[in-house]
């Protein structure tokens, strides 16, 4: 899950400890984020950034959630044709688990794995939420070592 480290990093996952991730508004990712299931873990990239990359880890702690902003006029990601009855956008719940020691940055990524394995690495791949296949997780896991 991509978010840009000064619009909402990992920094402010920690000191918040859960939030709501909402606000996207691209059919796909919205798609992806409704494949979540509680328990589930997700790494923390930060984007657009020098250097971009993996940073954290969180857990899924609900699911299914209607994203508020979509109803908020003042909001940057307000959909005026989305209506309470029938939101077209939703949202997870996070929790913080914490810190890599170290950051696989997007180009250390792009060494470690092609394209098929590991969406990120796909040039012009923008989306926001992309899934990971378990054994790609568990690797990228035993290479980010421990968190703090």
């Known amino acids: 899950m991509k978010s840009e480290p000064d619009v909402y ?3 402010h996952l920690e000191q ?3 939030t709501l991730w909402d606000g996207i508004r691209n ?7 409704r494949t979540m299931a509680v328990g589930d873990q997700a790494f923390f990239y930060h984007s657009n950034c020098k250097p971009p990359g993996i940073i954290g880890l969180m857990e899924v702690i609900e699911t299914g959630l209607v994203d508020p902003t979509q109803f908020d ?7 005026p044709g989305s209506k309470p009855e029938a939101p077209r956008w939703d949202c997870v719940r ?15 990524l792009r060494q470690l794995y092609e394209p ?3 969406a990120v690495v796909r040039r012009g791949n ?10 790609i997780a568990q690797d990228l ?3 980010l070592g421990s968190i703090q």
Request: aromatic share 10%; proline share 2%.
């Open 9 to 11: 990093g990992i920094h």
């Open 16 to 18: 918040e400890q859960t």
């Open 27 to 33: 059919y796909q990712a919205r798609n992806f984020m």
């Open 73 to 79: 006029s003042s909001s940057k990601y307000h959909d």
């Open 94 to 108: 996070l929790a913080y688990r914490g810190r890599f020691k170290n950051i696989l940055s997007l180009e250390d």
């Open 116 to 118: 098929d394995e590991l």
């Open 126 to 135: 923008r989306l926001s939420i992309l899934p990971v296949d378990d054994r």
């Open 141 to 143: 896991l035993d290479r």
